[in-house]
């Protein structure tokens, strides 16, 4: 269906704007219950829990859209973890935006919406099939046309193509409500926000006021932090001074961890290298069936029986290529990127087309005597000068021409009747009919343009990962096995795995709404112990990865909610203390010298110079011989006075002495209009970021890690 060819076209760019909008329903493949006891709820926001029986059926239904639009039929871990993230993210930002929104008497009315299709340029709109093909632009009487047919189909009627179109419609509607809901919010929030003259004069001159300074500074580093002695009081004093900066709104778990990745031995190394042996001398004398030969050697480069362009073989294939003959092999050999043996064989070496542009008539009826006779007399008809297009049409197809490009075929595994209608194609000459018969079908086809020709090579190649073996497995299993008995505390793992021969992993700050442990795929039920265990327990053997991993786990601490306590930051409150105390001392310093020029400072000892030119009050400068940004100098040039030089200024990376010997405005003309705009968008974001708070406000739990 054309329809359904629009979307996936369009399926990249429709995931984009849907994540724009802040509003998209992501689908994961799968939930599962982790005790059959447990409340069955992944969260909670505002005091309503979201079950998960009510959360996979949002799942599901975006998962139609994902599958509709990208042409898949499933997704891997990684974009399955992603898609879990953003799903949750999005029905929460949806239930936080709707309490507002009732509290403040907003809604999207039913006129409204029929006023967004009438516009017809709301960026969801334009990915939607229903789109003018003149235009390009969105159609709401294409749209009409296909409700209005779907209305009038009974459920023996609806093809699953237009009930999937209609559930995809369905989620754009709901989608677009949802957003527009938002829109007006922020809008709201944004225009409460408002700028006037005075604000936006003072933005301008911010921007265009430039300064050029003379800085002498004297860096923190100059003074040894061992020369700064730090008092316990003087930590809990600033920790109740900061303490607001230390408050977490989710808890958090330290652990150690050991992970070990399982690899190939000596011994297996050798065993595969010489079955690559065997299947080079094996390839060096075959002359057909490449396709099975190369099959057999459990090679993880499949044959195609296509010419085909460098770029789609193996890098390190591609790049030995010129150095072999056709119908020479080179090999074996080790390749170091993938952890591979390989060896390959040039067949032939041809030039070949990388776009050919083809029309089609696809031919069935009631049994395969039919549809010969029946695609003999189209062909017949074609070959005596009939339209295709009207013919094409008169078989209910557009008998329109489309390209098939290398990149859509090279590089994947092709067989049967994708191998041969791929071929056919790629082999017939430009203006050429032929009929193909197929398995189910025939086929008519005609090659209407060529482009892009290049030369292109046909390869068997037998590419072996050097695995590890049953036997190298079960023997890592066993060792780390009977290492966990031996150490069944946090002490003892702590205190002999590095004797065992094993390296212990820190992670601090862990959280439930993470996806495992140690960027190891296949760790949720490790985490979900992490989340179970007491400070001190240690957790049995998991298995993990790609099935090459193993993995034990430690808890060390459980940092709950709320205020992190002192010995949790004393670190970062020990530096900002020593911070402050060496700038006292450099100041103090500074004032005993009472210079007033710039070059007594410069004789105190670690001094550093810089010049720095179009300093604004707008952006904070970067000061190179310091290797800091510091905001401060902006700030004193925007009131210096020429050629005075400042008091001893307290900066991020050092003390520094300013002297402005120049100043000068950029060419921009004021327009209060343009600058006031510039603000109102400032604004904008500005309550973007109220979701934040939102989000505190709201009490928001998530204990999605329980079940998916």
């Not at 990684?78 to 809604?107: F, H, P």
Request: with cysteine; net charge neutral.
């Amino acid at each position: 269906m054309a329809t359904l060819q629009n979307i996936r076209s369009k399926g990249p760019l429709l995931v984009i704007v849907i994540g724009v909008a802040l509003f998209a329903f992501i689908a994961s493949d799968a939930w599962r219950i982790a005790q059959p006891h447990q409340s069955h709820d992944v969260g909670e926001i505002n005091g309503d829990v979201l079950s998960a029986q009510e959360y996979q059926g949002l799942i599901e239904e975006y998962t139609e859209v994902i599958k509709l639009s990208r042409g898949v039929n499933a997704l891997d871990d990684e974009q399955t973890n992603q898609v879990r993230d953003e799903v949750w993210r999005s029905y929460v930002n949806n239930k936080l935006i709707e309490k507002e929104a009732k509290s403040l008497g907003l809604i999207v009315s039913p006129a409204e919406v029929q006023d967004i299709l009438k516009a017809g340029i709301h960026p969801l709109l334009q990915q939607t099939p229903f789109r003018n093909p003149q235009t390009g632009k969105f159609d709401r009487d294409m749209l009409n046309k296909f409700l209005v047919e779907y209305s009038r189909m009974n459920d023996s009627q609806t093809s699953e193509q237009y009930a999937g179109l209609y559930r995809y419609w369905s989620f754009i509607q709901k989608t677009l409500i949802q957003s527009r809901l938002a829109e007006k919010y922020q809008t709201l929030v944004a225009k409460a926000l408002f700028s006037n003259p005075v604000e936006a004069q003072s933005a301008f001159d911010s921007r265009v006021n430039q300064y050029n300074l003379l800085l002498t500074a004297v860096p923190y580093s100059s003074i040894a932090d061992s020369a700064v002695s730090v008092k316990e009081s003087e930590l809990k004093e600033l920790y109740n001074k900061k303490k607001e900066q230390f408050k977490q709104y989710q808890e958090t778990r330290d652990i150690k961890y050991v992970d070990v990745q399982v690899t190939a031995s000596a011994a297996d190394k050798a065993a595969i290298q010489k079955e690559v042996d065997e299947a080079t001398q094996q390839l060096a004398a075959a002359t057909g069936d490449y396709m099975a030969f190369i099959r057999s050697t459990g090679s993880e480069v499949p044959y195609v029986d296509l010419l085909c362009n460098k770029a789609a073989l193996p890098s390190d294939v591609s790049a030995r290529l010129d150095s072999v003959s056709i119908g020479s092999v080179y090999g074996p050999y080790y390749n170091g990127a993938d952890n591979t043996i390989n060896s390959f064989k040039v067949l032939a070496k041809g030039a070949a087309a990388d776009s050919v542009q083809f029309r089609q008539i696809q031919v069935i009826a009631a049994d395969a005597a039919k549809t010969k006779a029946l695609s003999d007399s189209i062909y017949t008809a074609l070959k005596g000068g009939a339209d295709f297009v009207e013919l094409a049409k008169k078989y209910g197809q557009t008998g329109e021409s489309s390209w098939l490009t290398a990149a859509q075929f090279e590089g994947a595994q092709l067989d049967g009747d994708n191998l041969k209608f791929i071929s056919t194609i790629v082999n017939t000459g430009v203006n050429e009919l032929v009929k193909l018969p197929m398995a189910q079908v025939d086929v008519i086809l005609q090659v209407t343009n060529k482009k892009a020709v290049k030369d292109k090579y046909k390869v068997a190649v037998v590419k072996r990962k050097v695995e590890f073996s049953k036997e190298t497995y079960n023997r890592a299993y066993n060792d780390f096995s009977q290492f966990i008995a031996a150490n069944p505390t946090l002490e003892k793992m702590t205190a002999n795995a590095e004797e065992a021969g094993y390296k212990l992993l820190d992670r601090s700050d862990i959280s439930s709404a993470e996806h495992g442990i140690g960027g190891v795929r296949g760790t949720k039920e490790a985490l979900r112990w992490v989340f179970s265990a007491k400070p001190g327990d240690v957790s049995g053997l998991y298995e993990c990865g790609e099935s090459d991993h193993l993995m034990a786990v430690a808890l060390v601490n459980v940092t709950p909610e709320g205020y992190r306590p002192l010995k949790d930051v004393q670190e970062i409150l020990r530096a900002e203390i020593v911070k402050d105390k060496k700038a006292e001392k450099i100041m103090a310093d500074m004032k005993a010298v009472n210079a007033s020029a710039l070059e007594q400072y410069k004789a105190m000892p670690g001094t550093v110079s810089d010049s720095l030119k179009m300093v604004t009050f707008a952006a904070p400068a970067y000061v190179a011989s310091l290797r800091s940004s510091e905001p401060l100098v902006g700030a004193y040039a925007s009131v210096a006075e020429v050629d005075k030089l400042s008091a001893p200024i307290k900066g991020n990376a050092g003390v520094f002495v300013l002297q402005m010997y120049g100043k000068e405005k950029n060419s921009e003309t004021f327009d209060a209009k343009a600058e006031e705009s510039m603000l109102a968008n400032m604004h904008a974001r500005f309550a973007s970021r109220m979701m934040n708070d939102l989000y505190l406000k709201g009490k928001v739990k998530d204990t999605r890690y329980l079940f998916f």
